[in-house]
């Protein structure tokens, strides 16, 4: 039986080395990055979102996520609204769905 190629092996990688080690810091930093990128905006929109959603008047012209526009004709207690979409068309539909809020510009001074 050779033994030389367990010594190479034993020699190949010293004793007190972690394989993982060397992998810890790259993934902690993607991890930090990905935070940093991705789930802090998604949760700031959210939030944003979520405000204006409360802050919904009568009055107020909205576009939907399926695309609808309309002008809210009532906002009812529970989750639901009056959107108004045409002449003597309105419909209920859910605050959530809620996308925009378009904000009808200022008034030039001049």
Do not use: W
């Amino acid at each position: 039986m050779n033994l030389a190629p367990i010594f190479t092996l034993a020699q190949a990688a010293p004793a007190g080395s972690n394989p993982l080690g060397g992998m810890l810091i790259p993934m902690l930093l993607m991890g930090v990055i990905f935070y940093f990128l991705i789930i802090r905006p998604q949760g700031q929109r959210q939030k944003e979102l979520k405000n204006l959603i409360s802050s919904l008047k009568t009055g107020d012209k909205v576009i939907t996520n399926s695309g609808i526009h309309g002008i809210i004709a009532n906002v009812k207690e529970g989750t639901t609204l009056l959107l108004k979409v045409a002449d003597n068309v309105k419909i209920e539909i859910n605050k959530d769905a809620i996308a925009t809020v378009i904000k009808e510009p200022a008034a030039s001074a001049s």
